[in-house]
Every structure is written in C-alpha cells, then in structure tokens.
C-alpha cells in the first residue's frame, strides 16, 4: 500500500469519524480502530490515532480507556524504534499494546471501505478467514 492511499485512507477514517456524532459508541470507536490499524506503520499516523482515542475517552468520561491512551502513546514511539509493532491491534486500551491481531470482520468491514474510498484494496492479514 502506498503512503499517500494509506494516508488517504486514514484521512477518511477520521473524517467518518468525526461526522458521526450521533451514532453509538461501538460504531465511533470501530472508525478510530481502523485508522489505528492502518497507521500503525506509521510513528505520525499511529500516535494521531492514540490522540483521537484518548480525546474520545476523555469526552466519554471513560479513565480506563484514557489512561490506557496516555500508556500507548508513551509507549508508540518506542515500538517504531525497536520495530516491535503489533500489525492489526486495534488499540484500545484492554488489548496489551504487543498483542498482534487479526481485526474482527466489522473492522476488516472498515478498512475496506476506507481503502476502497481512496482507490486502493483492503490489506491482508495473517491468519486472517475470508
């Protein structure tokens, strides 16, 4: 996947995002997961998706989820550096930040019609059932 499509994608994500505000949590939280999954790759791209996270948390009152945030972009720019990512963790704070995942089919769902909206494919993932 090329940087800018991936970048795009992610954009669109955001976008999704923000223009949901009078959906349920669950579908809000889904959009920052992408476009966690999809800038993960990325130390600019990952560490905005922990800072939408953990604005979003905030905003809901939920310090769990918040606390887990400030942890994950702490700990973000190290993994980049070491090269320890864990490709398709969604990033929420009850998964452990090492933990590399097959996202769930409504996360899949996501990312497609991010990538699809930006002229690209969905990525694949190891492990993952079509």
């Known amino acids: 996947m090329s940087q800018t499509r991936q970048r795009a994608a992610f954009d669109y994500l ?6 949901s505000t009078g959906q349920a949590k669950a579908d809000r939280w889904r959009y920052l997961e992408a476009a966690h999954v999809l800038g993960q790759s990325r130390l600019a791209l990952h560490l905005r998706a922990h800072w939408l996270m953990l604005r979003f ?5 939920d310090q769990f ?3 887990g945030q400030l942890r994950h972009l702490c700990m973000a720019p190290w993994g980049h550096l ?3 990512m864990p490709y398709g963790n969604n990033g929420r704070a009850i998964t452990a930040p090492l ?3 097959v996202p769930n089919a409504a996360l899949r769902a996501c990312i497609a019609e991010a990538m699809r909206a930006c002229g690209g494919a969905a990525p694949d993932y190891p492990g ?3």
Do not use: D, N, T, W
């Open 14 to 19: 955001v976008q999704q995002f923000h223009a």
């Open 65 to 67: 989820e918040a606390q």
């Open 99 to 101: 933990q590399p995942m």
């Open 57 to 61: 948390a905030r905003s809901l009152g």
């Open 82 to 84: 070491v090269r320890r």
């Open 128 to 130: 993952q059932k079509s």
